[in-house]
């Protein structure tokens, strides 16, 4: 009543394929590959007076009485913040007393922001504190040179005896 019927295909030897030589690595995929910059963090219990600088990112809960110089700034909600801050992109859910220069700078609706702004991009959520100016970075016109021109010539002009 129930039978399987055998199969007749030929069974074939599983091909197993070499893998591919390992490359030599460059400076670039060296790079790449490095293992990923973890941002600093001043805790909530922490003050620190004195200005900050470096490349890398920063995540302030504490407090920072000093100018802060980094590629990115993010300012927790219990973080405070008492001077001028220079950064790529900064993130605002805390308190800034000060002037911020920034290309992307974004303020969340828990933030207090006392100073002027300098930016590129600007968001604001409901909610935000800012008191102070918001101004665009001004890009400089390109300068357009122009075309090389030829000298003058030069005519002397004797007056006629007369």
Do not use: C, N, W
């Amino acid at each position: 009543m129930f039978s399987k019927q055998a199969k007749s295909t030929p069974k074939t030897a599983a091909r197993i394929e070499a893998l591919p030589a390992p490359t030599a690595i460059g400076p670039a995929d060296q790079a790449r590959r490095a293992t990923p910059k973890v941002a600093s963090l001043l805790s909530a219990d922490l003050t620190f007076q004195g200005d900050i600088s470096g490349e890398g990112e920063l995540q302030v809960d504490g407090m920072i009485k000093g100018d802060i110089r980094v590629g990115r700034l993010t300012v927790g909600e219990t973080g405070h913040i008492e001077g001028s801050i220079y950064a790529e992109i900064v993130e605002v859910r805390g308190r800034v007393v000060g002037t911020i220069t920034a290309k992307q700078v974004r303020l969340y609706g828990t933030s207090y922001i006392d100073g002027d702004i300098t930016h590129e991009q600007l968001a604001i959520e409901s909610g935000a504190f800012f008191q102070g100016r918001s101004l665009k970075f001004q890009r400089p016109a390109p300068v357009v040179q122009p075309a090389p021109q030829s000298e003058p010539s030069l005519a002397i002009v004797k007056p006629v005896a007369g």
